[in-house]
């Protein structure tokens, strides 16, 4: 077993490769969904490819948390319980609700995805599997769970809301794009990636320690950069696109 030291050491590494691709992403569009283009290879039906893509953010976690030697308290099951949830949503339910009929996205990207995704997930499983005794009696009602824990169940809240309300637009129009509206797409062009960004700051929150830390850095890596191209594609495809509207973050981004 790494030494909690060593396991950190890796943990801020990854969170540098983290900094690193967010800003990449905010040169180079991610090419699936609205963004797919030519030139990236070889493709792979959409709905397989988010199975694939996902499938490591729930098993490896797992794999880790069970074979892990440290005290598997209460403070871990919950955590590990709750970043299972997401993820089985995220990979069985997900994918098969997607209205993607005939879209595809290329190998690279599922590629790229499941190794960022065995990454995070490893760091998840190992910390939860190994070092759940340096929670001390008490956690679960302390403020850093407390908060965390309600920044979480907001954060998903708005999170599957949002996908779900981005699925039913295509209830009428084979695989095209409408402008969405209502509830928080008020603010914002993409609340589904606003909600994921909360709902791990949460759970860095209710862990409080550089692993969590990690997993809402690559999130918000990921999400900000892709919010900001799909509201500039709004913007250029829709001309009444509402004008006050802001990516992912209300008034500021
Ligand atoms: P999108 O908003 O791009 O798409 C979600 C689904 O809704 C797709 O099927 C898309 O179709 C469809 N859709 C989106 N907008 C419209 C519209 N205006 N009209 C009609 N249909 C629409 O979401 P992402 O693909 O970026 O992400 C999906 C989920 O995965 C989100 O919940 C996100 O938070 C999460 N995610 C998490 C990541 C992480 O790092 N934790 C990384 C990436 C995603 P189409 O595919 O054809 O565009």
Same mark, same amino acid.
């Given at each position: 077993?790494?030494?909690?030291?060593?396991?950190?050491?890796?943990?801020?590494?990854?969170?540098?490769?983290?900094?690193?691709?967010?800003?990449?992403?905010?040169?180079?569009?991610?090419? $699936? *969904?609205?963004?797919?283009?030519? %030139? +990236?290879?070889?493709? &792979?039906?959409?709905?397989? =490819?988010? @199975? #694939?893509?996902?499938?490591?953010?729930?098993?490896?976690?797992?794999?880790?948390?069970?074979?892990?030697?440290?005290?598997?308290?209460?403070?871990?099951?919950?955590?590990?319980?709750?970043?299972?949830?997401?993820?089985?949503?995220?990979?069985?339910?997900?994918?098969?609700?997607?209205?993607?009929?005939?879209?595809?996205?290329?190998?690279?990207?599922?590629?790229?995805?499941?190794?960022?995704?065995?990454?995070?997930?490893?760091?998840?499983?190992?910390?939860?599997?190994? $070092? *759940?005794?340096?929670?001390?009696? %008490? +956690?679960?009602?302390? &403020?850093?769970?407390?908060? =965390?824990? @309600? #920044?979480?169940?907001?954060?998903?809240?708005?999170?599957?809301?949002?996908?779900?309300?981005?699925?039913?637009?295509?209830?009428?129009?084979?695989?095209?794009?409408?402008?969405?509206?209502?509830?928080?797409?008020?603010?914002?062009?993409?609340?589904?990636?606003?909600?994921?960004?909360?709902?791990?700051?949460?759970?860095?929150?209710?862990?409080?320690?550089?692993?969590?830390?990690?997993?809402?850095?690559?999130?918000?890596?990921?999400?900000?950069?892709?919010?900001?191209?799909?509201?500039?594609?709004?913007?250029?495809?829709?001309?009444?696109?509402?004008?006050?509207?802001?990516?992912? @973050?209300?008034?500021?981004?």
């Amino acid at each position: 077993m790494l030494s909690l030291s060593s396991f950190y050491l890796i943990v801020y590494i990854w969170i540098a490769v983290a900094v690193f691709t967010f800003l990449l992403l905010l040169r180079i569009s991610a090419p $699936y *969904g609205r963004h797919s283009r030519p %030139g +990236w290879g070889p493709q &792979i039906g959409n709905r397989t =490819g988010w @199975i #694939l893509m996902e499938l490591p953010a729930l098993a490896v976690p797992a794999i880790f948390f069970f074979l892990g030697q440290g005290e598997k308290n209460t403070v871990v099951w919950v955590l590990f319980l709750l970043f299972i949830v997401h993820y089985v949503n995220r990979v069985l339910v997900f994918p098969f609700r997607l209205r993607t009929h005939g879209k595809k996205m290329p190998l690279v990207i599922v590629f790229m995805a499941v190794f960022f995704n065995l990454v995070n997930g490893f760091i998840i499983g190992y910390f939860l599997g190994n $070092y *759940g005794g340096i929670y001390p009696a %008490g +956690w679960l009602s302390g &403020i850093p769970f407390i908060a =965390g824990l @309600i #920044l979480f169940i907001a954060g998903m809240s708005l999170n599957w809301w949002a996908d779900n309300k981005l699925i039913q637009l295509r209830k009428s129009s084979a695989n095209g794009y409408r402008i969405p509206r209502g509830g928080v797409f008020r603010w914002v062009s993409c609340p589904n990636h606003l909600g994921e960004i909360v709902e791990w700051a949460g759970y860095a929150v209710m862990m409080w320690n550089p692993a969590g830390l990690s997993f809402a850095v690559w999130t918000a890596a990921n999400l900000i950069p892709r919010a900001r191209d799909h509201h500039q594609w709004y913007k250029e495809t829709f001309e009444d696109y509402p004008p006050r509207r802001r990516a992912v @973050i209300p008034h500021v981004l």
